[in-house]
């Protein structure tokens, strides 16, 4: 089985999107425990002023109170932009060997694979999971190296899933 595909931007978008949802699941984040510990210190604070607000007036005012909020929400916006940062600096590179004509040969060796820059082969047995999620049949061949192939850009997705399928069981039965 042969055929070429045109790999864009919005492929990858989709495929890191999709990603990083399954990366959450599989193992709690450090960037998830950040957020859960800035969150329950802010918490905790706000409940120190607010007892504080109450019952020692003269020692804790409202302007005490806002600057402690503002410091919290900066903490909260440095996380956040620090996310967009990370997701910017990870996108596809012009030049690198994602994004353009990708011609893939399936046989009973495995896949092989030829970009502008790159030519590849890879054994059956070195698929360490196939899914088919969001418009996508990925080929995973490790945590987040995979082939990806857009559903809407094949003319038998259905096809190609299958075959994929049944080579992954042959060869990777576990």
Do not use: C
Not at 25 to 30: L, N, T, V
Not at 32 to 38: D, T, Y
Not at 137 to 146: E, G, N, P
């Amino acid at each position: 089985m042969e055929f070429s595909i045109r790999l864009n931007e919005k492929d990858w978008k989709q495929f890191y999107s999709y990603v990083q949802k399954e990366l959450a699941k599989s193992k709690p984040p450090m960037a998830g425990q950040l957020l859960f510990n800035i969150l329950l210190w802010f918490f905790i604070a706000f409940e120190f002023m607010l007892v504080f607000f109450i019952y020692k007036k003269d020692i804790f005012n409202l302007s005490t109170a806002f600057a402690v909020t503002t410091f919290f929400l900066i903490i909260i916006m440095v996380y956040f932009s620090s996310l967009v940062r990370i997701q910017k600096a990870s996108r596809p590179s012009s030049r690198g060997i994602f994004i353009g004509e990708h011609n893939f040969s399936f046989d009973e060796e495995g896949i092989s694979s030829k970009g502008e820059n790159y030519e590849s082969k890879n054994g059956w047995g070195s698929v360490l999971k196939i899914e088919r999620a969001m418009g996508m049949i990925i080929i995973y061949f490790d945590t987040t190296y995979a082939f990806i192939f857009p559903e809407s850009k094949l003319e038998e997705p259905n096809d190609l899933y299958n075959y994929i399928h049944d080579k992954y069981e042959k060869y990777n039965k576990t």
